[in-house]
C-alpha cells in the first residue's frame, strides 16, 4: 500500500490512475514532475525495469509530451505491454508515437467533436458528434468485451 511503509511483491505492476498523476509518485524513486513519471517514447522510465503511460506518464514525444488523454493511453498501451515483454526477453524496445484522432467531449446528453481525422468539418456537435462519441465508447466496448456486447450496449450510450 502506497499509504504506509509496506511494500507489494510483484512481478508485473499496471499503474492505472484517474486524470492526474498520483500523489504516490512523488514518493518514488523515479524521476517525475508534478506527479507524473517521465517515459521515453519506449515507456521507459528512469527505472529499467518501470514503465509508465497513461495520465500517470509524461511521455516524451517529438512535438512535446504525449496529452494525458484517454485517447493517448488506450493508443500506448498495445506497444507499452510489448515493451515489457521485450524487456523481459533482452529484445529491443519499440518507439510509440501519438496519433491524435480529434477530440470528444460529452457533457449529459450532449457532444461536441473537434479535429476529428478525415471530417472536413473542423467543430460540430448534435447528432452527428452523439454518434461519434456512442461509436468511440461502442469500439472501445468491442475490443474488451466483444461485438455483441457492444451492440448490447448501444442503445444504453
Same mark, same amino acid.
Given at each position: ?63 512535446? /509530451?504525449? /496529452? ?23 529484445? /529491443? ?7 491524435? %484522432? ?7 446528453? %450532449? ?16 447528432? =452527428?458528434? %452523439?454518434?461519434?462519441? %456512442? =461509436?468511440? =465508447? ?16 448501444? /442503445?444504453?450510450?
Amino acid at each position: 500500500h502506497f499509504e504506509s511503509d509496506a511494500t507489494l511483491d510483484h512481478d508485473v505492476f499496471v499503474w492505472a490512475g484517474g486524470i492526474t498523476g498520483r500523489d504516490a509518485m512523488n514518493g518514488t524513486d523515479l524521476d517525475n514532475e508534478h506527479n507524473r513519471v517521465n517515459a521515453e517514447a519506449t515507456f521507459e522510465t528512469s527505472d529499467d525495469r518501470v514503465f509508465a503511460l497513461g495520465d500517470s506518464a509524461i511521455v516524451d514525444q517529438p512535438e512535446g /509530451p504525449c /496529452p494525458p488523454t484517454a485517447q493517448a493511453a488506450w493508443q500506448a498501451a498495445e506497444v507499452a505491454g510489448e515493451n515489457v515483454a521485450r524487456a523481459l526477453h533482452g529484445q /529491443p524496445l519499440t518507439t510509440w508515437t501519438h496519433e491524435d %484522432k480529434g477530440t470528444l467531449v460529452s457533457v449529459g446528453e %450532449k457532444a461536441v467533436a473537434h479535429d476529428v481525422v478525415n471530417v472536413p468539418i473542423n467543430t460540430f456537435g448534435g447528432p =452527428a458528434a %452523439k454518434f461519434l462519441k %456512442k =461509436a468511440v =465508447a461502442a469500439r472501445w466496448i468491442r475490443d474488451i468485451a466483444g461485438s455483441s456486447q457492444a451492440a448490447r450496449a448501444w /442503445p444504453d450510450m
